[in-house]
């Protein structure tokens, strides 16, 4: 849980989720967690990351533990589906708790 605010207002977070936090990544997470499931394609449209940038992301996310692939194939063609996991949806609701708790922690 991020921690009381320093003398400049704002509160020290320490713990927030690096790898949820990178834009690149938060966005991902963010579609996926409404979705719960997406293919790699639309993940790229609605990004706009470059397929190998996305693909380095979806990597880091899957090692976190956060996303699962799935390859099939649909009339003959390849199809890679990136699910939230269990894990990686309460590691998005605690990043929202974070952020939300820092954000009302700054002072006017």
């Known amino acids: 849980m991020p921690e009381e605010p320093s003398d400049t207002g704002f509160p020290i977070i320490d713990d927030i989720d690096r790898v949820i936090h990178e834009p690149a990544r938060l966005l991902i997470m963010s579609h996926l967690y409404v979705l719960d499931s997406a293919n790699f394609l639309f993940l790229k449209r609605q990004t706009g990351l470059s ?3 996305l693909s380095s992301h979806i990597t880091k996310l899957e090692n976190a533990g956060y996303v699962e692939i799935i390859k099939k194939f649909v009339d003959r063609k ?3 589906v990136i699910q939230l996991t ?3 949806r309460e590691a998005f609701r605690d ?3 974070q952020m ?3 954000f009302e922690g700054i002072r006017d």
């Open 51 to 53: 397929d190998g940038n």
């Open 78 to 80: 390849p199809l890679t």
């Open 86 to 88: 269990k894990g990686g």
């Open 95 to 97: 990043y929202q708790r």
């Open 100 to 102: 939300q708790h820092m």
